[in-house]
């Protein structure tokens, strides 16, 4: 009898498929049942092939070998992972292996994933595709018994390999042109070095900011504050004599209320989240990487399987999932959120388009619980933050409206106007819910724009009980956090001035939502980025970068180009071979420019220590925990860096071997000099015996 093969991305949902499939013959690479033999990569098994494999001369980085453009494509196993491959490979092979499941992560990456596996081991025979959005044995079942054509999804496939080969071509050849050019590891590529630019600009912004000190006026009226403003709505004054002036006038008199309005005000709930609106809460509140939010929400969503699939870039569900929401109620409708979930059940639940919109889902919905009842308990901490966000933005949503009145007062001093504001809450509806899980804690000036005014009437009149000047500066822009620079990812309209190129990024933004994370934590590592607490702060080499890299490679223009045309190919609207063709006039254009270039590096983080391995100049860069030095050849990619007054750790290359325990611990104990040292390391590699 013939089986399905099964692939899935990772062991732990592979597992979970072969468990609903009944698969009880478990291997250590793989399940088989009756009906299934089920499998995993690692993450990705196959990737495009390193330079050298088209051509043994690529090994060294030459500006005179660049461009590389290789006229198709290869494919070479991760030789990590290269033991998962030849276990799937056999199992395709397999004579009583008719059929081939894609069960990888259902969008454009995990489309990759599957697809380099079969291109690379010849797969011919038939193919289907499983399309779900959560890891419940329920959603399990319902995605088997209606399972798609695998060649449903040939463009999505075409999308991503079309990404996958752009950034090799752009990103491998402007790295080694701008690395030989300037003698120094610089790397580049369409994604990382416009969200580098991004923050260069903001904080050439904060360096050449001058604070300049202002005065604002208030006068209290007992029941109420009010906000001096001039004509234009502004509150600021810059002559503190004026402010002082008009303090004095308004002292001791009696004020008329001339304005006042009164407008019921329907506040609708936030929208769900989607991964990049939730990574922004998780760092807000939490002071969560990006990183560390997708780990835990994958965990939640792959072992718990209490989340709906994270990777997702809609705040919308379908119309088809409206009926699931009941059940999904009922499995929270515990611990803290029992009382919110019983109060939204006992009504006929009824979202409307802030919810429902199956225009605005592509390949996945927002992020919503599922049906599974959480066990609170035995989540661990974290966990059981990212899920108190989750859970409550779910009850959110589906609550009424937030009601009261908004209520407006202008009151007049001798022909000074003075401002303010307040409402009277009717419904609090999903603002009580929202408590301490939306940030609503009012900034200086607006604290006197939600007062809890009382029922006045116009003409009514109020004496001036104490007059006071407040005294503050004006600030510059604050420095990115992660949850910030997500936005300025997401939206990065505002930094392109092509009014079609703004509106077609809207739809894509810098990265993705499932690798934004990715590219902020490659930027740390490669010390173009340092954090401090919460912010993020570019280093001098980001600078450097930004400075000598080519201009069309800083603005998201790029970027904004790419994922218009690659959501086209997505969806057969355009040419995969027409889309590289023009990638592949990109990328000579792009290195002709860096190799005509006039610009001059000189790095500002250079320290006075020479690489003891290669001889070039060390740099010095912040470590998790101190200080280090690092060669600022990549190639050599010799580090040391300090874990106490006088000991320090070696790191060298993998390609070029490990370095020698036991001459470190010689070095330490003999305090030797780096000279010294480097003969010791180059002792170690020659001894061609490493011992870590």
């Not at 904080?203 to 009010?226: H, L, M, N, R, S």
């Not at 900034?443 to 005294?471: A, S, T």
């Not at 930027?523 to 912010?535: F, P, Q």
Request: charged share 25%; proline share 5%.
């Amino acid at each position: 009898m013939m089986k399905a093969l099964v692939l899935a991305e990772k062991p732990s949902v592979g597992k979970d498929l072969a468990r609903v499939l009944g698969c009880t013959n478990t291997q250590k690479n793989f399940c088989e049942g009756a009906h299934y033999v089920v499998t995993w990569a690692l993450g990705h098994l196959v990737t495009l092939a390193d330079p050298h494999i088209y051509d043994q001369k690529l090994k060294q980085w030459r500006m005179e070998d660049l461009p590389m453009l290789p006229q198709t494509m290869k494919l070479q196993v991760i030789r990590s992972t290269s033991h998962q491959f030849r276990v799937v490979s056999q199992l395709m092979q397999r004579e009583d292996i008719g059929e081939l499941i894609i069960a990888t992560d259902a969008g454009r990456e995990g489309e990759l994933v599957a697809r380099w596996i079969m291109k690379l081991v010849g797969w011919k025979k038939s193919v289907k595709r499983l399309w779900i959005s959560s890891q419940t044995d329920e959603a399990i079942r319902a995605g088997f018994a209606n399972l798609k054509p695998g060649v449903m999804y040939e463009t999505l496939y075409a999308s991503a390999q079309c990404r996958a080969e752009a950034d090799w071509l752009v990103g491998l050849n402007v790295t080694r042109a701008l690395t030989c050019k300037y003698d120094i590891s610089l790397n580049a590529g369409r994604v990382q070095t416009p969200t580098l630019a991004i923050m260069v600009k903001r904080e050439q912004e904060i360096k050449q900011f001058t604070p300049v000190d202002y005065w604002t006026v208030e006068a209290d009226f007992g029941d109420y504050t009010g906000l001096w403003r001039n004509a234009h709505g502004n509150s600021r004054i810059f002559d503190h004599p004026k402010a002082q002036e008009l303090a004095e006038q308004i002292t001791g008199q009696t004020g008329m209320i001339e304005e006042l309005n009164v407008k019921p005000v329907v506040e609708p709930p936030p929208l769900a989240y989607d991964l990049t609106e939730l990574q922004r809460d998780a760092n807000r509140f939490f002071g969560f990487s990006a990183k560390k939010t997708l780990s835990v929400l994958q965990n939640l969503y792959e072992h718990e399987k209490l989340v709906t699939y994270p990777r997702t870039d809609s705040r919308y569900i379908t119309t088809d999932m409206v009926n699931t929401l009941p059940r999904r109620l009922k499995s929270i409708a515990t611990g803290p959120y029992a009382r919110w979930a019983e109060m939204l059940l006992a009504h006929p639940l009824n979202p409307g388009k802030r919810l429902v919109n199956d225009s605005k889902v592509s390949d996945h919905h927002a992020i919503i619980p599922t049906e599974e009842i959480p066990k609170l308990s035995a989540l661990a901490e974290d966990e059981r933050k990212v899920y108190d966000l989750v859970i409550k933005r779910f009850l959110v949503v589906l609550s009424p409206p937030y009601l009261y009145d908004r209520t407006t007062l202008v009151v007049n001093i001798n022909g000074e106007r003075f401002y303010a504001q307040g409402k009277q809450e009717k419904d609090r509806a999903w603002k009580a819910i929202a408590s301490g899980a939306i940030d609503e804690s009012p900034h200086d000036e607006e604290r006197l724009l939600d007062q809890p005014l009382q029922q006045y009437r116009q003409g009514e009149q109020f004496p001036v009980r104490r007059c006071q000047i407040r005294q503050a500066q004006t600030t510059p822009p604050p420095r990115y956090t992660e949850a910030t620079l997500l936005t300025a990812m997401e939206s990065p309209g505002k930094f392109i001035e092509d009014e079609e190129l703004r509106e077609s990024i809207k739809a894509g933004g810098l990265g993705t939502p499932a690798t934004r994370a990715e590219i902020i934590e490659k930027l740390i590592s490669n010390h173009y980025i340092d954090r401090n607490g919460k912010s993020l702060t570019p280093t001098p080499k980001a600078f450097e970068l930004i400075e000598l890299a080519p201009p069309e490679l800083t603005t998201p223009e790029l970027t904004a180009q790419w994922e218009l045309r690659l959501t086209n190919i997505a969806k057969g609207e355009e040419r995969r071979d027409r889309f590289m063709a023009d990638i592949r006039q990109n990328t000579i254009k792009l290195v002709q420019s860096i190799r005509e270039s006039t610009a001059t590096y000189s790095p500002a983080n250079t320290s006075q220590t020479k690489c003891p391995m290669c001889g070039k100049p060390m740099l010095a860069v912040k470590a998790k925990k101190g200080s280090k030095l690092v060669c600022s050849d990549k190639r050599c990619g010799y580090e040391e860096f300090e874990k106490g007054d006088d000991a320090f750790q070696f790191k060298r290359s993998k390609k070029e071997g490990q370095m020698n325990k036991r001459l470190i611990r010689q070095y330490s104990d003999h305090s030797s000099s780096a000279t010294n040292l480097g003969e010791l390391l180059k002792a170690a590699l020659d001894e061609g015996k490493p011992e870590s």
